[in-house]
């Protein structure tokens, strides 16, 4: 597909983006020249040159061309129109510059308010990380001390232990040794009272039984007699009952028997004695 020709572009190099041109644009002036044979010989330059450029299929062009420069000429070399149109320009430069600046404006705040969100999202996504290394660095510090104390417990426990064995091994050993004592004392206490009541109080307690049976014989009165019922075709039996008991009975017999052995001893002493007494007086006659 063939470009299509821009005259303004090709014959005066007024680019698209100038479009609309001012008058100083159209002759190559620059904007505001206040010199009118500046401005008459501009003009002239440029519709000499359309002129020698329009032939052919662009002569529509050119003709186009070179009465928007004549307009040109006749505005900017005439006072009163060049002032008027001077003071429209400036209000359009103006407008345009305004509208511009408004948005640079508008686009430095978007700009400001684009790196100020960004930088805190930044700050934001710092502070966060910052928080979870703290958290992380506060969690690890916690476990490392539990971890520790832990440590030291399961330390202390068997020292602990060991302390406790070693107060209580003397303790059990100094507890042991006094019931051991305790009982020594008891037996040596049972013992001497025993050695004592056989020295002692032995004889006393071998002939008291005998004279406390008889004085019990001898206080105790008679017991009525019992009659015990017929049995059968029998007749009923009366008995007197001894009120002394079988065991006084059976040690006053045998204190009884020990003393007659103890009297016939001694008389059977005394008759050998004076057996000998009487056969040593026979042998000194």
């Not at 700009?111 to 990380?129: F, L, V």
């Not at 020295?199 to 002939?207: C, P, S, Y």
Request: proline share 5%; aromatic share 4%; hydrophobic share 35%.
């Amino acid at each position: 597909m063939a470009k299509q020709f821009d005259p303004y572009h090709k014959w005066l190099g007024i680019a698209p983006e100038e479009r609309l041109p001012t008058h100083y644009r159209l002759l190559g002036l620059n904007l505001f020249e206040s010199d009118p044979d500046v401005i008459e010989a501009a003009a002239d330059r440029q519709m000499t040159y359309l002129q020698e450029v329009s032939q052919g299929s662009e002569l529509e062009q050119a003709q186009k061309l070179l009465t928007e420069v004549a307009e040109a000429r006749l505005c900017l070399l005439n006072g009163e129109k060049k002032a008027a149109y001077d003071a429209r320009l400036r209000a359009q430069l103006e407008a345009i510059e305004g509208g511009e600046r408004l948005r640079q404006q508008s686009k430095s705040a978007a700009e400001s308010t684009a790196r100020k969100s960004q930088n805190k999202s930044a700050s934001a996504a710092g502070d966060r990380q910052l928080r979870a290394r703290k958290k992380k660095a506060t969690a690890s510090s916690t476990a490392a001390r539990e971890l520790k104390t832990k440590k030291q417990k399961q330390g202390q426990q068997p020292a602990a232990a060991a302390d406790a064995a070693q107060k209580s091994a003397p303790a059990g050993k100094d507890g042991n040794r006094s019931k051991v004592y305790m009982a020594l004392a008891g037996a040596a206490v049972l013992l001497f009272v025993a050695v004592a009541f056989f020295l002692l109080g032995g004889d006393r307690a071998t002939e008291s039984p005998p004279a406390t049976a008889r004085k019990s014989a001898n206080e105790t009165p008679q017991s009525e007699p019992v009659e015990i019922p017929a049995i059968g075709s029998g007749r009923p039996i009366t008995v007197q009952p001894d009120p002394t008991p079988w065991f006084i009975k059976k040690r006053l017999g045998r204190s009884t028997s020990e003393k007659e052995e103890q009297e016939s001893s001694t008389r059977d002493s005394e008759e050998e004695e004076n057996g000998r007494s009487s056969a040593d007086t026979g042998k000194t006659d």
